[in-house]
T-cell receptor, first 114, second 112 residues
Framework: SQTIHQWPATLVQPVGSPLSLECTVEGTSNPNLYWYRQAAGRGLQLLFYSVGIGQISSEVPQNLSASRPQDRQFILSSKKLLLSDSGFYLC?????????????FGPGTRLTVT | SQQGEEDPQALSIQEGENATMNCSYKTSINNLQWYRQNSGRGLVHLILIRSNEREKHSGRLRVTLDTSKKSSSLLITASRAADTASYFCATDGIGATNKLIFGTGTLLAVQP
C-alpha cells in the first residue's frame, strides 16, 4: 500500500531563517506531487506541483521554492522566512496521467515563524 | 481565487441528524471531489463524482452534482460525533490538468 510521510510535524523558526520541509511517498511510482499551504480556518492554497523529477510548476509567486530530486521525494524550501510564511503545510500525491485523480495527503507540518 | 465555495461555512447538528453541505464552482469541470479534514490533520478523500454523473453514494455519504448550476452537495446521513471535521470540495477545471482547486470548507460539529 502507498504511504506518504512529512516531517517535521511542527516547526518554529525565526524570521529570516531558512526552511526545508521534506515529503516522501512509498509504494507507488511516478506520482504527481503537491505542496499546499493552509492558513488557520481557511481552505488550501496550492503552492507547487510536480509531474516528474525536476519538473516543478509554481502556482503562486512567493518566498518559497520546491524541488523534486528523486521520483518520490518533494522538498519545500525558503532562503529567508517571512512572518507571512506561517501556516499548515500539506504534501499530497496522486496517480499520474491526463486525468485528475484523488489526492492522498500527508499529516502536515505546522510552521510558526516568529 | 478559490474555484469552489462551500456553504454554510459552519454547521452544528445533533448526533443522528443529517448534515448537508453545498459547494459552488465557477468553471466547467471534469470531476468534483469531496475531502474531510480532522483538526490539525491531513485531508482524506471521501468521494469523486464525474461531470457526467448526477448522484453518487458511499456508505452514509450521498453526493449530487448539477453541472448546469455549477453546484454540488454532500449529504451525511445519521451523523455521528466522529463526523466532526471540516469538509472541502475540490474541482479540476477543464484544461487545468494535474491539479485541484479546493474550496474554503464547511466546519461540521456533531454534538453527542
Amino acid at each position: 500500500s502507498q504511504t506518504i510521510h512529512q516531517w517535521p510535524a511542527t516547526l518554529v523558526q525565526p524570521v529570516g531563517s531558512p526552511l526545508s520541509l521534506e515529503c516522501t511517498v512509498e509504494g507507488t511510482s511516478n506520482p504527481n506531487l503537491y505542496w499546499y499551504r493552509q492558513a488557520a480556518g481557511r481552505g488550501l492554497q496550492l503552492l507547487f506541483y510536480s509531474v516528474g523529477i525536476g519538473q516543478i510548476s509554481s502556482e503562486v509567486p512567493q518566498n518559497l521554492s520546491a524541488s523534486r530530486p528523486q521520483d518520490r521525494q518533494f522538498i519545500l524550501s525558503s532562503k529567508k522566512l517571512l512572518l507571512s510564511d506561517s501556516g499548515f503545510y500539506l504534501c499530497a500525491w496522486s496517480r499520474s496521467g491526463g486525468v485528475i485523480y484523488e489526492q492522498y495527503f500527508g499529516p502536515g507540518t505546522r510552521l510558526t515563524v516568529t | 481565487s478559490q474555484q469552489g465555495e462551500e456553504d454554510p461555512q459552519a454547521l452544528s447538528i445533533q448526533e443522528g441528524e443529517n448534515a448537508t453541505m453545498n459547494c459552488s464552482y465557477k468553471t466547467s469541470i471534469n470531476n468534483l471531489q469531496w475531502y474531510r479534514q480532522n483538526s490539525g490533520r491531513g485531508l482524506v478523500h471521501l468521494i469523486l463524482i464525474r461531470s457526467n454523473e448526477r448522484e453518487k453514494h458511499s456508505g452514509r455519504l450521498r453526493v449530487t452534482l448539477d453541472t448546469s448550476k455549477k453546484s454540488s452537495s454532500l449529504l451525511i446521513t445519521a451523523s455521528r460525533a466522529a463526523d466532526t471535521a471540516s469538509y472541502f470540495c475540490a474541482t479540476d477545471g477543464i484544461g487545468a490538468t494535474n491539479k485541484l482547486i479546493f474550496g474554503t470548507g464547511t466546519l461540521l460539529a456533531v454534538q453527542p
